[in-house]
């Protein structure tokens, strides 16, 4: 129950984050990743901001023997870059420069009922639900 608790207070202070940040805001999104227009360069302030907290607090975590709620730690541990991972990473920026959402700021955008985040969303979900039916075949 405790590992809930934080779990859910940690995506309330992603949330947080991301709508205070821009990120749950498509045009803004957009700007950032119109580089030959209009370019928007705050948003590498936020990026930069995250790679430095995921730096320090990956330090700090690992460090330790073992996760405070689990037995050992889920890490990856393949290295090889296969047509899989390719594809998706293609798959996600087409999808992100289209839409201007990614998945954890479409959630968050859910919250103000536009047409943009539910559509981006569903079409997220059945994107996601033919892969898994699609990887199985």
Same mark, same amino acid.
């Given at each position: 129950m405790n #590992?809930?608790?934080l779990a859910l207070g940690a995506g309330f202070v992603f949330g947080i984050g991301l709508w205070v940040s821009g990120m749950a805001? $498509?045009?803004?999104?957009?700007?950032?990743?119109?580089?030959t227009g209009n370019w928007d360069a705050s948003l590498m302030l936020v990026m930069a901001g995250a790679v430095a907290v995921t730096l320090l607090?990956? *330090? %700090?975590?690992?460090? *330790? #023997? *073992?996760?405070? %709620?689990?037995?050992? %730690?889920?890490? $990856?541990?393949?290295?090889?870059?296969?047509?899989?991972?390719?594809?998706? #990473?293609a798959i996600f920026g087409i999808g992100w420069g289209i839409a201007g959402?990614?998945?954890? $700021? #479409?959630?968050t955008a859910l919250a103000t009922l536009s047409v943009e985040s539910v559509v981006f969303v569903a079409a997220m979900l059945v994107g996601g639900f033919l892969q898994r039916a699609l990887w199985r075949a």
């Open positions: #590992a809930l608790i805001n $498509p045009k803004k999104v957009l700007g950032f990743l119109d580089v607090g990956f *330090r %700090f975590v690992l460090a *330790r #023997a *073992r996760p405070i %709620f689990a037995e050992k %730690f889920e890490l $990856p541990t393949r290295k090889d870059i296969d047509l899989p991972l390719v594809a998706g #990473a959402y990614c998945p954890g $700021p #479409a959630l």
